[in-house]
């Protein structure tokens, strides 16, 4: 057990649609990281939040957003779906935003665009 | 930019017999290298990782890797496999932009199935 918790852990949604993807870092953990991957793209960085705010971009579509709250949990929130969206979505967390840090994923939150 | 290259998308071997995942990888900057490991049905965790001094690393289940800046590769190895190493195997790297810092993104490889047979 890694100590980050995503859910849901399968969604099976329509194409249009909008789902929200929720992720709670390992406790202390300030730093959290949105990862997707999919058989043909791999693991493909989404975006990094850091004690709340915004500190790296990947590979994110517009029709993608994220934030960190608070108590540092985070959401992605994936909207218009496409069928291409369908992949597994992972959250990782670190306690420092530094290249040094472990990574500690979660289980993943399968995502089914139908 | 970073990149990394997994030269082999799956590797058969049978218990006991040594095995060797190949990474190589691109960057302009210093970097930091990882190996994870993710099993069915679970998240990637890290298996090892280079930072600094000594270029061979290894983790507590016998594998290790080895950095080798002029050839930029980070192999994995191990001498003798067993069934339960059968998993999906990341090279990833992270480093810092020239007169910037990163913020501990990393960028993986497409993955290796290492499937160990009886």
């Known amino acids: 057990d890694s100590g980050v918790t995503q859910t849901p852990k399968h969604l099976i949604t329509a194409t249009g649609q909008r789902v929200t993807l929720r992720c709670s870092p390992r406790?202390?953990?300030?730093?959290v990281y949105w990862y997707q991957q999919s058989l043909d793209q791999g693991l493909q960085f989404l975006i990094q939040?850091?004690?709340?705010?915004?500190?790296a971009k990947g590979n994110i579509l517009e029709r993608f957003s994220a934030q960190q709250f608070p108590d540092l949990h985070s959401e992605l929130n994936l909207s218009s779906l496409e069928l291409g969206d369908s992949a597994l979505y992972f959250c990782?967390?670190?306690?420092?935003?530094?290249?040094?840090?472990?990574?500690?994923f979660g289980e993943g939150s399968r995502l089914t665009v139908l | 930019a970073q990149s990394v290259t997994q030269l082999d998308s799956q590797v058969p071997v049978f218990e006991e017999a040594p095995v060797e995942l190949r990474c190589n990888y691109s960057?302009?900057?210093?970097?930091?290298l990882f190996w994870y490991v993710q099993y069915p049905n679970q998240g990637l965790q890290l298996l090892l990782k280079?930072?600094?001094?000594?270029?061979l690393v290894e983790s507590i289940n016998g594998f290790e890797a080895e950095f080798n800046k002029s050839q930029t590769s980070f192999h994995l190895r191990k001498p003798s496999v067993h069934i339960s190493d059968t998993a999906e195997y990341f090279c990833?790297?992270?480093?810092?932009?020239?007169?910037?810092?990163?913020?501990?993104?990393?960028?993986f490889g497409q993955g290796t199935i290492l499937t160990v047979h009886p």
């Open positions: 990782a967390s670190s306690l420092i935003q530094g290249a040094a840090g472990e990574l500690f």
């Open positions: 406790s202390g953990d300030l730093s």
């Open positions: 939040y850091y004690n709340g705010e915004e500190r």
């Open positions: 960057s302009s900057v210093s970097v930091y």
């Open positions: 280079y930072l600094s001094g000594s270029t």
């Open positions: 990833a790297v992270s480093g810092s932009n020239a007169g910037g810092t990163s913020y501990g993104k990393l960028t």
